[in-house]
């Protein structure tokens, strides 16, 4: 099955910085790439998706990359706020193969330093 | 709109014990599924609904069952608990049918369950 290896495991940033967490995938079938936040005692929520036919994909201050050949998608949050933190988590899916399976990164704590 | 609710919030069961871990949601939704999240491993799929009616195995099944009762509830059951099932467990629905990958999951504020 796939695997999804994230990087890093926890980040600390100062507010106003950028912060970028990668994501990496073994499976080349997979064609749906979405990122999740999740704070403490909550649920993921998804901040962000990216599918294979497109490159890159913006809302407001967060970003998305993927880089089908290398296998690696990036997610890029810029001028960062201390609501940003919380643990990230990619994911990776085929929603074309019989049996739609769906991977999440191990997760990233980002904390932004006042 | 309530989205996903999960009950109960946290359960403590001794080895042996059965239960079953109750998701609802409001927003006519066709998938549903049942996730795990343990420390350093992110969430791992349990199983999914594709839609009413029907069910399948994601990555990590042993150990649990699932009902689709109707398009709204979505049931995990855990038959005889042991502790590697320690977890925080994580409900989500999806708008389109056809199971993960196919559309944006919405998460439940999940159940925290420990297994003596």
């Known amino acids: 099955g796939e695997n999804v290896e994230q990087h890093p495991s926890t980040l600390s940033v100062q507010e106003g910085d950028s912060a970028v967490i990668k994501c990496t995938y073994s499976?080349?079938?997979?064609?749906?790439f979405p990122w999740y936040k999740q704070e403490l005692g909550k649920g993921p929520q998804l901040i962000i998706d990216?599918?294979?036919?497109?490159g890159e994909k913006k809302d407001q201050r967060i970003a998305v990359t993927l880089n089908k050949t290398a296998k690696h998608f990036s997610l890029h949050i810029t001028e960062t706020q201390p609501e940003d933190s919380a643990v990230y988590f990619c994911?990776?899916?085929?929603?074309?193969?019989?049996?739609?399976?769906?991977?999440f990164g191990t997760g990233t704590s980002l904390t932004v330093i006042p | 709109n309530a989205g996903v609710t999960q009950t109960p919030k946290f359960q403590v069961l001794k080895t042996g014990q059965s239960m079953t871990l109750q998701c609802a949601q409001d927003?006519?939704?066709?998938?549903m599924y049942w996730y795990r999240q343990d420390p350093g491993m992110g969430l791992r799929l349990i199983y999914y609904?594709?839609?009413?009616?029907?069910?399948d195995k994601g990555e990590v099944p042993n150990g649990y069952n699932v009902s689709r009762l109707n398009k709204r509830e979505f049931s995990l059951r855990l038959e005889s608990a042991a502790p590697s099932q320690t977890s925080v467990y994580f409900c989500?629905?999806?708008?389109?049918?056809?199971?993960?990958?196919?559309?944006?999951?919405?998460f439940g504020p999940g159940t925290r369950l420990t297994v003596l």
């Open positions: 989500a629905s999806s708008r389109l049918a056809g199971g993960p990958g196919t559309d944006t999951q919405y």
């Open positions: 499976d080349s079938a997979s064609n749906y």
């Open positions: 990216i599918r294979s036919n497109v």
């Open positions: 994911a990776a899916s085929n929603s074309l193969r019989g049996g739609n399976q769906f991977y």
């Open positions: 927003m006519n939704h066709n998938s």
């Open positions: 609904s594709a839609s009413e009616g029907t069910t």
